[in-house]
């Protein structure tokens, strides 16, 4: 047990909310979770009765994979945090369902389950203890989802506009996928942005055109590389995968560079960086502190070459092949040239969100290090716990004469940190809890720090 110490106070922590918006959100992500799953049946079913073995083959495989990726990181994530479930969906399982859940890949759907119910607690009740709870799970979906975002549903928009590019006409499998795909990053990303603001203190929170600036960046980085990766695959389809692994590899190797720190054991954290391969595959990911102006200027550099060359190659090979002599040197450069420049555009978005609406923080102003609030309103920090999940509970002496005392007591068989802060009378009971992700409290220092 550490002894009583007194802690500086910070003003500029301070507790999350859980906005209507963000439950607006969880709603919309719930809607567009069961729509994403109709739709991948509707295609396994139409690619199986058209005979279109290769690209069936290829839509289990990101379907496959990507399921196995997110149980993964759920299966981690419970086993840092003791296997603790905050939800009354999550306990009604005993440990040995909870895995079999994870092996028959439907444990990010209990997950799901957990937030809803969370969130409707808190939206009926409006008490401190779900808000803090909802809040910190939806960091964990909004991880997973960014996850799956990138491993599923935008391979999955490749391959929907490849097949497009390929047959020279619309469907409705192939445009009802591709407009799923799209959506389901659209929500992602969005969600993303709202768990990395939260950290923000609420006097330096960002406004709806910062949202929509930094939504429009990534769209338009997005759109680029996935415009450009169909147009490739539609002509050289047995390259994109040489070009894919080729490019993971050089990726993966400067993630691993970048020397990460997001999950708790050396083993998941390999794992972890090859995900960020992925995703900077498709777009860019903070992952590391410092300064990251050389690794954009870098990665922006390569991801501009890559494309034009990708853009090029397809140009080449669509005015030289005669099986497609139905389109012009002139319509293929004035459509690689577009592309470019769409992911051109996307750099002077983010170049205008950086310049004016990007907040410059010290680690120190950010929201969600375990804090608890002394009688003055201010804020005291708490010690973290081994596993990176924090617990605050906060009391208030009423004949303490304005002064508090911060005492931290660590329990080292526990995933939490319990603070008491009272005055030189006895504690009363506790008034509220109050809980940090660990895991999106680094990307948020990454992205604003």
């Known amino acids: 047990m550490e002894q009583p110490s007194d802690q500086p106070v910070n003003d500029s922590q301070a507790v999350f909310k859980y906005r209507p918006v963000d439950f607006l959100f969880t709603l919309l992500g719930l809607v567009f979770l069961v729509a994403d799953i109709v739709l991948d049946f509707y295609a ?4 199986y009765q058209e005979g279109e073995y290769v690209s069936l083959g290829v839509l289990l495989l990101f379907l496959l994979g990507s399921s196995v990726l997110g149980q993964l990181y759920s299966w981690l994530w419970y086993s840092y945090e003791d296997f603790r479930r905050d939800t009354k969906v999550e306990r009604c399982l005993r440990l040995w369902q909870l895995h079999l859940l994870h092996v028959l890949q439907l444990g990010i759907y209990f997950r799901h389950a957990g937030v809803v119910e969370v969130s409707v607690q808190n939206f009926l009740t409006k008490s401190r203890r779900p808000e803090d709870v909802a809040v910190f799970l939806t960091h964990d979906l909004s991880m997973l989802r960014l996850f799956e975002t990138f491993s599923e549903s935008s391979p999955q928009l490749v391959l929907m506009l490849t097949i497009i590019l390929q047959r020279g006409q619309l469907d409705p499998v192939t445009v009802l996928k591709a407009l799923g795909s799209a959506a389901a990053i659209a929500i992602s990303v969005t969600m993303y942005h709202r768990s990395l603001r939260s950290f923000l203190p609420d006097k330096m929170d960002q406004g709806l055109v910062s949202s929509v600036v930094y939504f429009i960046w990534n769209l338009l980085f997005i759109a680029s590389r996935v415009v450009a990766l169909a147009l490739f695959a539609s002509v050289l389809p047995c390259f994109i995968f040489s070009h894919f692994v080729c490019s993971w590899l050089l990726l993966f190797f400067f993630a691993w560079r970048s020397k990460t720190s997001f999950m708790d054991s050396p083993g998941a954290e390999w794992l972890y960086q090859a995900t960020v391969g992925l995703i900077w595959y498709f777009n860019w990911f903070n992952v590391a502190e410092g300064s990251t102006r050389t690794r954009l200027l870098f990665y922006h550099g390569y991801k501009l070459v890559d494309i034009s060359l990708l853009c090029g190659l397809w140009c080449w090979k669509i005015t030289t092949e005669p099986s497609h002599s ?11 040239v577009s592309v470019v420049s769409v992911y051109v555009l996307g750099l002077l978005f983010k170049i205008i969100y950086y310049k004016h609406y990007h907040p410059n923080l010290k680690r120190e102003q950010m929201t969600g290090g375990s804090v608890g609030m002394t009688q003055n309103g201010d804020n005291a920090p708490v010690d973290k716990s081994p596993s990176g999940d924090e617990v605050d509970l906060m009391l208030m002496d009423a004949g303490s004469g304005g002064q508090t ?12 940190v319990v603070a008491f802060r009272c005055g030189p009378s006895s504690p009363p009971p506790p008034a509220s809890v109050g809980r940090c992700n660990n895991r999106m409290r680094k990307m948020a220092d990454n992205f604003y720090c």
Do not use: P
Not at 326 to 336: K, M, P, R
Not at 405 to 416: A, I, K, M
């Open 44 to 47: 396994v079913v139409s690619f």
């Open 326 to 336: 139905g389109i012009t040197l002139f319509n293929a450069v004035i459509t690689a």
């Open 405 to 416: 005392r911060l005492v931290s007591y660590s329990y080292e068989s526990s995933d939490t």
